[in-house]
C-alpha cells in the first residue's frame, strides 16, 4: 500500500512523487488523479511500479500515471513513459502482452427510433458473427505466406484482400500499418497461435458495443468528427490475440537474459529492458510492430462482420464508416520537443493536438479523435486530442475506465442474477459467452468514467466532445 502523503500536489488533479523518494529515480512520477480517486490508487502496488518505471535508463522528464491507474505487468496499466532513442531502454513491460490492443468506432446515419425494434435481432447477429472466447478462432485461416504478407502489410493488405472498403485506412492510426514491421522476428509458434484468430474478439474487458450518441458536448469538434445526437455508433474493442501475446512471452525471455550483457539492474525484473537501439531492443521493436499489424487487422476484419451483421439486420445499402481507430498498447518511435523519443503506452492512448501532421486531414483543424470506452453498462466518450497533452503527457491520455477490482475479487462479490438485473434497468442488452465473462467486466469492477474523463478534460489533456451510452453489449 502506497502513502498518500508521499504525493506532493501539483496543481488540482495532478501529483508528483518526487525524484527524492528513492535514490534510484531518474526523472520524478507523474499522477494524472482526482484527491477522491486516490484512496483507489493506492490500495494496490500501481504507484510503485510508477516509481520503478522512473529508474528506467533514458527516461524523459517524468514517469506518468493516467487517471486510470492500475496495477499490471511492469508497468502500471495507464503508465506513460518516453525513453531517448539515443540512449535509453525498450521494455516489452511498457506495452504488455496484448500488443496494440486498442479502439475503433464506427458510425452509422441511422439514429435510436430507426432501429429500436431491431436491437435485441442486431445484438444476436453480432454475437453470431463475431467469434468471441479464449482460443477462439474464427473463419479466417490464414497459410504461412498469407501471416507473412499480413504482419508487414497490415490493413492495406488485408483490404485487398476484402475485408474492408477504400479509404479505411485513412481513418487508422499510422495508417493501419506500422512500416518497421518484420514478420522473421516473430516465431512460428506466436503465428501458429495467430493464423485462425484475425477477426476474433477474445475474452476478457474485449467487445463490441452499439452505442447511441447520448449527449454532444462540444458542438463544433462533434460535427467535425460527423457525429450527433441520438446517433447510433458501434465500439470494438480488441487487440493481437495470442500472437501479440506469444511475441511478448518470446521477447521477454531475450531480455532477461540479454540485461546483463548491457549492464541493466532494475528494481523489477518484470521491466526487463535492452537498449533501444541493441540488437535484441530492435529485433523486439520490429517485432511489436507487426504484432501490432495483426491487431489492427483484426479490427479491421471485425469491422467487415460488423458491417455484415448491420445490413442484415438494419440496412442492407449502408456501409457503415470509421470514425477512427486508436491503440492502448504500444511503444513508438516519435519527437517530443526535439528530442526522438520511444513512447510507451501501457494502457494509455495516444491524444495528438490540433495541426499534427499523423491525424487525419479531416481532423486536422480539432486534434485526433481519442475513443475512451467506459464500463460494461456505463456510458463511453469521444475526445479530442489538444496540444495541451503534447506538453503535458507526451500526446496522452487514458484508455477506459481502469480496473478498480480484480477479476477473482469480481467474481466473489459480484452477483450474475443483480448483475443481469442492472443491465435489464440500464436498457442494454448484454449478449456474453458466459456468466463468469459476465461478471469479471461488472461496472462494479471499474472505476467511474465520469470521474477518470473529468480529470483528462480539467487537466487539459484531451476535450470532451459526445457522452455514448450502451444498447448492445457483446462481450468476449
Known amino acids: 500500500m502506497f502513502s498518500k502523503e508521499i504525493l506532493q500536489k501539483v496543481q488540482k488533479n495532478i501529483w508528483e512523487i518526487p525524484k527524492s523518494y528513492r535514490e534510484d529515480m531518474c526523472v520524478p512520477a507523474r499522477v494524472f488523479a482526482s484527491e477522491r480517486m486516490l484512496d483507489d490508487i493506492t490500495t494496490d502496488r500501481s504507484l510503485e511500479q510508477l516509481v520503478n518505471v522512473s529508474t528506467l535508463p533514458g527516461i524523459q522528464e517524468f514517469a506518468i500515471s493516467m487517471p486510470d491507474i492500475h496495477e499490471g505487468y511492469g508497468f502500471p496499466i495507464g503508465g506513460v513513459a518516453a525513453l531517448s532513442v539515443e540512449d535509453g531502454v525498450i521494455s516489452p513491460g511498457g506495452v504488455g502482452y496484448d500488443i496494440n490492443c486498442g479502439v475503433r468506432l464506427l458510425k452509422s446515419k441511422k439514429t435510436v427510433k430507426d432501429i429500436e425494434s431491431s436491437i435485441v435481432d442486431l445484438a444476436n447477429q453480432v454475437q453470431r458473427d463475431t467469434p468471441s472466447g479464449v482460443g477462439r478462432g474464427g473463419e479466417l485461416v490464414l497459410s504461412q505466406d498469407e501471416m507473412d504478407e499480413l504482419l508487414e502489410g497490415g490493413v492495406p493488405w488485408i483490404i485487398k484482400k476484402g ?3 477504400e479509404g479505411d485506412e485513412e481513418f487508422l492510426e499510422q495508417g493501419g500499418r506500422f512500416d518497421e514491421a518484420d514478420s522473421s522476428l516473430i516465431t512460428d509458434h506466436a503465428k501458429k497461435r495467430g493464423r485462425d484468430q484475425v477477426g476474433t474478439l477474445g475474452a476478457g474487458n474485449h467487445f463490441v458495443e452499439v452505442q447511441k450518441v447520448h449527449e454532444v458536448l462540444d458542438d463544433e469538434i462533434a460535427q467535425t468528427f460527423g457525429l450527433f445526437k441520438d446517433q ?6 480488441t487487440g493481437s490475440r495470442g500472437l501479440g501475446h506469444q511475441v511478448c512471452t518470446d521477447y521477454l525471455r531475450v531480455m532477461v537474459q540479454a540485461m546483463a550483457k548491457y549492464d541493466i539492474t532494475l528494481p523489477d525484473r518484470e521491466l526487463a529492458s535492452v ?6 531492443g530492435q529485433e523486439y521493436f520490429k517485432a ?3 504484432a501490432a499489424n495483426f491487431g489492427f487487422c483484426n479490427r ?7 458491417r455484415g451483421s448491420w445490413k442484415q439486420i438494419i440496412d442492407k445499402k449502408e456501409d457503415l464508416s470509421i470514425l477512427y481507430d486508436v491503440g492502448h498498447n ?7 520537443d526535439g528530442k526522438e523519443v520511444v513512447v510507451h503506452r501501457k494502457g494509455a492512448t495516444r491524444a495528438f493536438g490540433p495541426g499534427h501532421p499523423e491525424i487525419p486531414k479531416q481532423y486536422q483543424s480539432v486534434g485526433q479523435p481519442v475513443i475512451i ?20 503527457s507526451f500526446g496522452s491520455t487514458c484508455h477506459g475506465a481502469g480496473r478498480r477490482m480484480s477479476r477473482k475479487k469480481a467474481k466473489k462479490v459480484i452477483d450474475y442474477n443483480k448483475l443481469k438485473q442492472e443491465l435489464d434497468e440500464y436498457h442494454v442488452v448484454a449478449r456474453a459467452g ?28 484531451a476535450k470532451k466532445v459526445v457522452k455514448l451510452k450502451p444498447l448492445v453489449v457483446v462481450k468476449g
Open 163 to 165: 475485408y474492408g472498403l
Open 300 to 306: 479491421q476484419v471485425l469491422t467487415h462482420l460488423v
Open 288 to 290: 511489436m510492430n507487426a
Open 330 to 336: 504500444m511503444a513508438k518511435r516519435e519527437t517530443h
Open 373 to 392: 470506452p467506459g464500463s460494461m453498462g456505463t456510458f463511453s466518450y469521444v475526445l479530442a486530442g489538444t496540444n495541451e497533452s503534447m506538453k503535458q
Open 232 to 237: 447510433i455508433v458501434v465500439m470494438i474493442h
Open 275 to 280: 537498449p533501444f537501439l541493441s540488437k535484441e
Open 434 to 461: 458466459s456468466a463468469r465473462g459476465l461478471v469479471e467486466e461488472a461496472p462494479g469492477a471499474y472505476k467511474d468514467i465520469d470521474d477518470v474523463v473529468n480529470v483528462v478534460q480539467e487537466t487539459g489533456i
